[in-house]
Each structure stands twice: as structure tokens, then as C-alpha cells.
């Protein structure tokens, strides 16, 4: 099997999937706007974003009350929407937030299995997720437009709280 | 840390004839593309309008290739009920290629045969994606009948799903038909408002590849030969119907707007033109062309060094050099909406130019304001927005289709100008 880049890169991808893997569950369980987002997706709905050809996945799932749940690199065989990342360097050029998960799917970075206004939905979700962990200056380069949420600084603290404290995924 | 390698890509690997009598070339096109027995799929509008007959004439004096198969009853508005049908007669007459006669309908549902009979399987919404058909498919070519969706050039298919009435949606490279024959003879019947209609779709399609996100400097030459194509002939084939030099003009415009956007994608425009679409049943173009300087004057601040280079495009060079730097970008979105009005004028006021005007038979507006939440909150589900240049929300939305349905100018500061600002 082929190695996905150098040790470094898969280090640095498998922390920043993790740490967005649960920063989607926090961050969806108590902003009312992904709240929203989450409860328009068809129930049961199951998302992977995962890095080709062996790298680092995130699992998202939605339960019965139609939150997300992280569940690491554990997850559905046959998920609703799987976004692949088509090697590590856009992984990297995405996670080092040098370029927008708008624009790697402009420039064909991202092949995207299922339903494609499911994977606008879910770019959607990424955007904001980014906009909470993110400090404002890199999150102007990750996002398309910086919009800065409502009661920003005490849900940061909520997503950061999730992400230390969060089980979701510990097994990735 | 791994450097980032910026790069774009560009894939246009369709072999293109055309010319006065380019359907001439159906058989030799035929053998090259080693098709000697094609499914040859259109629609019952296409066939009374005699097209067919040109097809039937010229292949059935060649001995070698079998054009007699037909699947010929394809609806406007096709499923994927109609793709498994088409499909079965494809394997059950053991066809060996695809040749789509028709319109953007005619030539997706042949895109979605095409990936059927290739890969296999019962269910279509199995491919849906982007990127994810990366096999070599059956040979395909079409012939467009009308100059407009450019879905003879591009690597799209949006297909209704049959069970739940969803719009699929297929974007691989490998669905780019594998030719494309542009016969001026084959939109010279088109009646005035369709070719108005049509003519602004791809007039939308350049200019949102232009401004779009995913643009490239291929991309880009293809968009403005487009667009100038456009303006110099959408009017004259709309005067003079059986100008068969405009007419080609039209099909090479539409072609290569349909390439340009088939790269860059498009945004805004099509995003809230799919959703009225979808809601009230309206055509295509006439969605394009009542949306697009609306979502050119949404777009206006993220670049307005392009909406100002469009100018010389749209209006010429002397008004352009006559036009202030700082005026060129609203210069553009006038010269846009000039050429709707004047599509307007010519066509006896067929061609609308604000959603309230789109009537039914009984002369009611088939769109009406409650439309427009509902047909916003749609469009936040259309991927098309992805690629559109400034991020769009809820609001933003309605207060574009309320614009463009009572045809006020776009209050601008109702756009949120973001980090801009
Ligand atoms: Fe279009």
C-alpha cells in the first residue's frame, strides 16, 4: 500500500481531522444554525471525508434527534455522502487552511460520492465549524465570507471544551 | 510541511464538427468512434420538426451502420424511469454507441443511458456525484438542436429521480460526450422567443464561468469568445431567423460557453434559476435571462476588474474606452440588461424581462411573491452556489428574487459584504 505523504503530514492530518471531527459534533449540537442545517439532512444521514489513498477519515453521523455524532474513523460501509480528498497535498493545502473547501472543490480536489446539495450542506457545516476554531485571521482565508456568529467567543469555548473533553472518535 | 501546488485543470477532449452541413460528416464521425450500430434518442418535438429525417436520410444510405433504432419519446422534463427504458432497448437491439438529436433534456438523458449501459446496474442515483465515474464509457455523440445549454460540451448530467422527484446530479470528465455535431440547419425552425431564451442561457453560462470560482484562463478564453459571439448575433437570428451563418454562430457560442462553464461552473445565477425552474415550471432561459444581471450586480465587488474587462465585450471598445475604470463593471451589467430589452422588443415582449411577467394561459403569473422564501431556502441546496464568487444566505437570496420578480434595481447594501466590508 502506498504511504500518504511523509509522517509529518500524516500526523498533522490525522490531529486536524480529529479535531474537526469533534469540533462538527459540538459545534452542531449548540449553534442553532447547524442545529438547523443538521435537521434538514434526511434522517439517518451518514457523511466520511477522508483523505486518498490511505489517509485520515471523519465520520459523521446523525442520531435519532437528528444531531451529529463524530464517530472517528469508524463509520458507515456505505455512507450517504463521502467526500474524498484526491491526495495529501490538498489535504494539507485545506487543513493548513491556505485554501477554502470552496475552492478545492472548484479546483476538482474533493471526489464526492452521493448526493451533491448534501455535500454543499456539508461544506456549509465545515465553513462555520471553521469559523469557531479557527482565530479570525485564518478563518477569512478558509471561508469564503467571514461572517462572525452571534455570541461567538462563549461557543468557541463550547467547541474547544467538546474537542478536549469529547470521547467521539478516540479510536481513529 | 508539504508545499501547496496550485494548479487548474481544463478538459475538453470532445472532437467538434461544424459548419452549414456538418451532420454530412454523421457517418464517418460514426466509424472513427467505432459505432456502426447507435441508439439514436430524441424527442417528439424534434422529430415534427423534420430533423429526424435528416438524420434517417443520411444514414440510411450507408451500408455499414445500422440507423434505424430509435428511442424517440423522451419528455421534457425526463427521469430516470425513462433512462431504464431507453436503456433496455440499448442492451435488448445490442447497440454500440449513443447519438443524442434534441435540446439540454434530450442530450442528459443520454448522458444518464450512457452511464447505465457502461457500468451496469439498475439504479442511476448509485453515480451520483462529482468525480466518481472515472471509467471509459460507451461512445457518445450528440447534435444539439437548439444553442443554449452547451450540454453537448460539457461534463454535467442533472437527471430527475423518477422515485422521490429529486434532481441527481452526475459531474465526471468521462461524461463529456466523445463528439459534437453543430449543424446550422438544426435550430434554423427554432420560433424567436426560444431562441431568445436559449441564446441568454448561454449568454448566462459564459459570463457566470467568467466571474466564477473555478475559473481558469481556459476557461476564460472560451467564456469571452462566447459572449462576444453572443452579442453581435443573438439579435440578428432573432430578426432574421433563416440567417444560417448567425444561427451557426449561435451553436458555436452556445458550445463554447457550455466548455467554459463545464470547467469553471457556474454560480448564482443558475443556482436561483434551477430552484424557479424546479417551483413553477418555467423555462431555463428565460430564468437566465431575467437572473443574470441581478446576480451580476450581487457578484459586482468580488471582481470588478473582470465585470469591467466584460465591457469591451459586451458593448465594444469605444464604449468601453469612453466608460471610466469605475463605472466599466455597472457598465456591463447595463449592457446585459440593454440586450434583454432589446430581445424584449424583438420579440414582440415574448421574451420577459421580471419573473412577474412569466404568465400562464389564463394570463395569470405562473410565479407568485409566496414563491419566493420557499424557492430561496431551495437554492441554499443547490450546489451551483459553491463556485459562485461572494457566499450567498437566506436573506440574501430572497432579497435577489424579489428584485428580479418586481424588476427593481438590487438594493446592494442588502448584500452582506462579508469581511469586505
Ligand atoms: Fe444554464
Not at chain 1, 448534501?118 to 465549524?129: E, N, P
Not at chain 2, 460528416?25 to 472513427?32: D, F, I, K, V
Not at chain 2, 431507453?86 to 439540454?104: D, F, P, S, W
Request: contains cysteine; hydrophobic residues 40%; glycine residues 8%.
Amino acid at each position: 500500500m502506498v504511504k500518504a505523504g511523509n509522517w509529518r503530514t500524516r500526523l498533522y492530518l490525522s490531529i486536524m481531522f480529529r479535531v474537526t471531527g469533534r469540533a462538527i459534533q459540538a459545534a452542531g449540537r449548540r449553534d442553532p444554525e447547524l442545529r438547523e442545517i443538521f435537521a434538514a439532512l434526511p434522517p439517518g444521514f451518514s457523511f466520511r471525508l477522508s483523505v486518498w489513498p490511505d489517509g485520515p477519515e471523519l465520520n459523521i453521523e446523525t442520531d435519532s434527534s437528528t444531531l451529529p455524532r463524530y464517530g472517528g474513523s469508524k463509520g458507515a460501509s456505505d455512507p450517504s455522502l463521502h467526500m474524498e480528498i484526491t491526495s495529501p497535498a490538498h489535504a494539507m493545502a485545506l487543513f493548513t487552511f491556505a485554501e477554502s473547501t470552496t475552492m478545492s472543490a472548484a479546483r476538482g480536489r474533493l471526489v464526492t460520492r452521493g448526493d451533491l446539495s448534501h455535500a454543499c450542506t456539508m461544506v456549509r457545516v465545515l465553513d462555520r465549524v471553521e469559523t469557531y476554531l479557527l482565530p479570525r485571521p485564518i478563518a477569512r482565508r478558509a471561508v469564503k465570507r467571514y461572517e462572525s456568529p452571534q455570541k461567538k467567543h462563549r461557543m468557541r469555548l463550547a467547541v474547544w471544551l467538546g474537542i478536549i473533553f469529547s470521547r467521539g472518535g478516540s479510536r481513529s | 510541511m508539504t508545499a501547496h501546488r496550485n494548479f487548474y485543470r481544463f478538459t475538453s477532449p470532445l472532437l467538434t464538427v461544424a459548419g452549414h452541413d456538418a451532420l454530412e460528416e454523421l457517418p464517418g464521425l460514426l466509424r472513427s468512434l467505432d459505432m456502426l450500430h447507435p441508439l439514436i434518442l430524441t424527442d417528439p418535438g424534434v422529430r415534427r420538426a423534420g430533423l429526424m429525417d435528416m438524420v434517417s436520410a443520411i444514414l440510411k444510405s450507408q451500408e455499414d451502420i445500422i440507423g434505424d433504432t430509435w428511442f424517440d419519446q423522451i419528455p421534457p422534463d425526463s427521469d430516470t424511469d425513462i433512462i431504464a427504458q431507453a436503456a433496455q432497448v440499448y442492451r435488448e437491439k445490442g447497440c454500440t454507441g449513443l447519438l443524442a438529436v434534441g435540446g439540454g433534456s434530450v442530450i442528459d438523458t443520454t448522458k444518464g443511458v450512457r452511464i447505465l449501459v457502461s457500468l451496469g446496474g439498475e439504479h442511476l442515483r448509485d453515480y451520483q456525484g462529482a468525480d466518481t465515474i472515472s471509467s471509459q464509457l460507451v461512445p457518445m455523440a450528440a447534435v444539439p438542436t437548439t444553442s443554449g445549454t452547451g450540454s453537448e460540451a460539457t461534463l454535467v448530467a442533472v437527471i430527475k429521480d423518477a422515485r422521490n422527484k429529486r434532481k441527481l446530479a452526475f459531474t465526471s470528465p468521462s461524461l463529456i460526450p466523445s463528439a459534437a455535431i453543430l449543424d446550422s440547419r438544426m435550430t434554423l425552425t427554432l420560433p424567436p422567443a426560444i431562441t431568445a431564451a436559449t441564446g441568454m442561457d448561454a449568454l448566462a453560462h459564459a459570463v457566470e464561468a467568467y466571474t466564477g470560482l473555478g475559473r481558469n484562463p481556459i476557461s476564460d478564453s472560451y467564456a469571452l469568445k462566447a459572449i462576444e459571439l453572443i452579442v453581435s448575433t443573438l439579435p440578428e437570428v432573432i430578426e432574421h431567423p433563416d440567417n444560417q451563418e448567425a444561427r451557426l454562430q449561435m451553436a458555436v457560442a452556445s458550445h463554447l460557453a457550455g466548455s467554459a462553464f463545464s470547467n469553471s461552473m457556474v454560480g448564482i445565477v443558475h443556482t436561483l434559476g434551477h430552484c424557479v425552474g424546479a417551483r413553477c415550471g418555467i423555462p431555463h432561459g428565460i430564468c437566465m435571462s431575467i437572473l443574470l444581471p441581478y446576480g451580476m450586480t450581487y457578484n459586482l465587488h468580488r471582481c470588478r476588474e473582470r465585470f469591467g474587462k466584460l465591457l469591451q465585450v459586451l458593448s465594444g471598445k469605444s464604449v468601453y474606452l469612453e466608460t471610466s475604470e469605475d463605472k466599466r463593471p455597472e457598465g456591463a451589467v447595463a449592457a446585459v440588461k440593454a440586450l434583454a430589452s432589446r430581445l424584449h422588443m424583438l420579440t414582440d415582449g415574448a421574451h420577459p424581462l421580471r419573473l412577474r411577467d412569466i404568465l400562464d394561459r389564463s394570463g395569470h403569473p405562473i410565479m407568485k411573491p409566496q414563491h419566493i422564501p420557499v424557492i430561496a431556502s431551495d437554492a441554499l441546496g443547490d450546489p451551483s452556489h459553491l463556485y459562485n464568487p461572494e457566499e450567498v444566505s437566506l436573506d440574501e437570496l430572497i432579497s435577489v428574487l424579489r428584485a428580479a420578480y418586481w424588476g427593481y434595481p438590487l438594493d446592494k447594501d442588502l448584500v452582506k459584504l462579508g469581511h469586505q466590508k
